[in-house]
Structure formats: structure tokens, C-alpha cells
């Protein structure tokens, strides 16, 4: 593999890159290459494989796109059978690259096609009859298009794998695989992912051709631009903890590990007053992109998720990301803290730890290279505020007849009131059960106290 020189950053002027594209990186206001784009611009450009390693948030979807696009333009598909292919791990992923590059895709009058689960497939099908160019695809659904001869790929000249790292953790190497052994042998690669662990070394042995290496923001440090902190906090209080950073002014995203504790935590703070909206697997496509929406132009201002939204999602001005349940794993403390302060900007990521996980917490940053700040909080204490912004809610229930919310099944555990290993452990259930929905109302009623209700 060959480690060139730094380009340093030439400005988007002086690369190969035609006029039209140029004159719509000028109206979108784009100026400037970030470093990934400056490093990787003009070797993608002449068709070398890349291998780019750089957290989300550091602009490699340009980086990859305008090659991807310069070297397909002046050509057209033939039905069902696309001339580049750009692999991503989710579906909010494959949307988000999928608009950050039409303006692009339209001044070089290209077609695109996003082919991503949870959306209609005929849609699709139709989209990749009429014939596109250029095809953004999960590979669950690109498989699946495959089996109906709705799509093939021997004529996909570029072929990009974004967030290599999530595909092979979600599982999908068998598809990645099996894609790459369909695109054309002699075409361009280009390989992005924060980690270089082994099912993606693999990959790059297996499918790259003497790739140019450039790394950017290597992962270990890689959310430098955050201030990471670990707020300890007493179990019963844990939830008045949570939903008072929620009423913060400005947004705030929060992590939580289950879809049944999304859903109950979006109920109780949308019952006190707080714009929340969750988002999860569980939620339909269309679901998920309005909320989405909703949150990037302010009408939801708490965005409660689990790690579905952790990977690849691009939220300007999101200053506080909250682990509401610790990540056990150091490479999902990561992507969910590269939520915030990306492209250069400063943001805080918070870990609300019991007592009880310090030593996990503690054990999870140390390996993702972070040295956090931990301090002791409680409820309505100054010293919340001045972290978070936290502030007491209004009280003013969001959802007509929701004053308390009540959840399906009330004898469920909120999974961000114990350890993940009690909510999952089962013995004791009931009484466990019914001392966290006793703690509920409890937080509520010391949160009504404060508020002078």
C-alpha cells in the first residue's frame, strides 16, 4: 500500500474536477476541501483504489462522491444495470449521502437511486428499470433486488464501501463479499472506515489494488474536539437527571439500548413538556426520516435513539450528545460521540453513570482513548447545569390526555434506571419491576416539587 506525501489542501480550483461541479460547490457554499478531500480528491480522481480511514463527520462523502461522479459522467446506464455503486451500513446513512450528492449528480446529469430496506421495493425496482447511473444501496435490500433480477452489477466501474466498519459489525460481510465479487474485477475501489479491524483488513487484501492510505482523524482520540464527561448519579434519580438535561435549551440527542426504553423515556418527557421524538429500528422509514427532519429544523429538540442512529448521521449544531445507558463497547462510545463536534465545530458528550459501572465506563473510554471528566450530580443541583444546561421541564404535557404517560406493559423496566445486566438478568422480575415504576413516579413528583406544582 503506498502512504503519499501530504497534498496539503489545495483549494477544489485547483483539482480535475469540471466546471459544473465546481460552480455548484461555489452555490452551496462549499469552499474550502476539508483534509480528507484534499488527500483523497486527486488520487480517486485518476481512478486509484483509496483507502480512506476517518471518523464520520470529516467530509469523506465528498471525498468519495466527486471522483464517483466525475468518472461516471457522459456515460448512461442501460436498465437495471448501474455504472457506480456506493455500499452504506443504514438506511439513514444511504439518504443522507444520497442528498448531499444530487446537487452534484444533477449538474452532471446523472440519475441516482437509493436502494435501502423499509422503503417500497417496487419504488425501486422502477427507479433501476428507467435506468440510473449511480445506485446508494444497503446490502440487505441490494441483495435482495439481486435474487429478483431487478439489478446487476457487472457494469459498476466504481464501487464504494462507507462505514466498512459497521457493515462487517451488523453483519452484512457475506453481502459486501458478495457484491464485490459481481462489480467489474479491473474497476475502481474506494474503502472508508474509522477502524481497520479484521473483517475489513480482509477486504481491503481481498478486493483493493495497491490502495493509496490516507488516514484522518485516526480513531483512537478521534472526538478531540468534545469535552467528554462521566456524571455519576444516584439510581432513583437517574431519570429526574435525564429529563432535565432534555429540557435544556438547544438540542440534545440520547443514547438509550433498547427500543421498548426509547419509546418509554420520548412518552415521559413529551408528558412533562420536552419536544422528544424517538428513533429505532422499530419506527417505518418514513417515521424515521420526519422525525429526523424534525429535529434538524428544531421541532423536535430532543432526538431519544438507540445506536441505529449512532453511525454516519449528520446533524449541524448538535452541541450535547447524553449515553443515557453506558456503551459497553469502545467503538460505539465513538460513533455516538461523533455525533457532535464534527467538521471542526466543539460539542460535549455525557455518560450518565450508577456507581456500579464506573469501572466498566471507565474500562470502555480508556480503550476508545477518551480521559473524561467525572463529577458527582443529583437533580436540580448547579452543578448539572453548568455540564448540560440542564433545567427543570415545563410540565405542560405535549400529548392531549398524557399527563402521566402510561406504557403498554407497566411492569416493564426502564433499562436506563438499572444496569444493563439487571434489566436483563430476570430473577426477582416483579418486585424489580415495580420498585423502577415506584422510582418513575417518584422522579416525577420530586420534578413537580421543583417546578413548585
Known amino acids: 500500500m503506498n502512504h503519499p506525501d501530504d497534498h496539503g489542501t489545495a483549494s477544489f480550483s485547483e483539482m480535475a474536477l469540471p466546471p459544473q461541479v465546481l ?102 425496482t422502477a427507479a433501476l428499470r428507467e435506468g440510473a447511473e449511480v445506485v446508494v444501496a444497503t446490502p440487505g435490500r441490494l441483495h435482495d433486488l439481486i435474487g429478483r433480477k431487478a439489478c446487476r452489477l457487472d457494469r459498476v466501474r466504481i464501487t464504494v464501501l462507507d462505514e466498512a466498519d459497521q457493515m462487517c459489525d451488523m453483519g452484512f460481510l457475506p453481502q459486501v463479499t458478495e457484491v464485490l465479487d459481481q462489480v467489474r474485477p479491473e474497476g475502481q475501489r474506494m474503502l472508508f472506515s474509522a477502524t481497520l479491524d479484521r473483517d475489513v483488513d480482509q477486504l481491503v487484501s481481498r478486493y483493493l489494488n495497491e490502495p493509496v492510505v490516507h488516514s484522518v482523524d ?69 417515521q424515521r426520516t420526519r422525525t429526523l427532519a424534525q429535529f434538524k429544523d428544531g421541532q423536535v429538540t430532543v432526538l431519544v435513539a438507540t445506536n441505529v ?45 450508577l456507581s456500579g459501572q464506573r469501572r466498566e465506563t471507565s474500562r470502555v473510554m480508556a480503550e476508545a482513548g477518551i480521559e473524561p471528566t467525572v463529577t458527582k450530580v443529583r437533580s436540580g443541583e448547579a452543578e448539572l ?22 406504557p403498554k406493559n407497566t411492569n416493564a423496566p426502564f433499562r436506563g434506571l438499572g ?31 421543583r417546578r413548585g406544582g
Do not use: C
Open 385 to 406: 447545569s453548568r455540564i448540560t444546561g440542564a433545567k427543570a421541564p415545563s410540565g405542560t404535557p405535549l400529548d392531549r390526555g398524557s399527563a402521566v404517560p402510561r
Open 218 to 286: 485516526p480513531s483512537a482520540g478521534a472526538v478531540s474536539t468534545s469535552d467528554h464527561h462521566v456524571l455519576v448519579v444516584h439510581g432513583p434519580d437517574r431519570y429526574a437527571v435525564t429529563t432535565e438535561i432534555a429540557a435544556r435549551d438547544g438540542r440534545v440527542l440520547l443514547f438509550l439500548d433498547t427500543k421498548h426504553a426509547v419509546d418509554q423515556l420520548t412518552r415521559h418527557l413529551r408528558a412533562g413538556g420536552v419536544h422528544a421524538a424517538a428513533l429505532h429500528s422499530g419506527k417505518s422509514q418514513p
Open 309 to 353: 442512529a449512532a453511525r454516519g448521521l449528520h446533524i449541524d449544531d448538535l452541541d450535547l450528545v447524553v449515553n443515557v445507558d453506558p456503551p459497553t463497547d469502545p467503538k460505539d462510545y465513538l460513533h455516538r460521540a461523533g455525533r457532535t463536534a464534527r467538521a471542526g465545530e466543539s460539542g460535549k458528550v455525557v455518560t450518565l453513570v
Open 23 to 124: 460552480r455548484t460547490l461555489t452555490e452551496l457554499g462549499v469552499r474550502e476541501p476539508f483534509p480528507i478531500q484534499a488527500a483523497t480528491l486527486p488520487d480517486a480522481l485518476t481512478g486509484r483504489d483509496v483507502l480512506g480511514r476517518g471518523r464520520t463527520g470529516s467530509g469523506k462523502t465528498l471525498a468519495f462522491g466527486l471522483p464517483l461522479l466525475v468518472r461516471t459522467a457522459g456515460q448512461r446506464a442501460e436498465a437495471k444495470q448501474p455504472l457506480a455503486l456506493i455500499l452504506v451500513p443504514t438506511r439513514e446513512l444511504a439518504q443522507q449521502v444520497t442528498e448531499a450528492l444530487a446537487p452534484y449528480a444533477d449538474a452532471l446529469r446523472l440519475r441516482m437511486a437509493a436502494v435501502v430496506g423499509g422503503m417500497s421495493i417496487g419504488r425501486q
Open 419 to 449: 444496569t444493563s445486566k439487571d434489566a436483563s438478568r430476570g430473577t426477582g422480575g416483579k418486585s424489580r419491576k415495580a420498585g423502577e415504576a415506584r422510582k418513575l413516579a417518584e422522579a416525577r413528583r420530586a420534578a413537580q416539587v
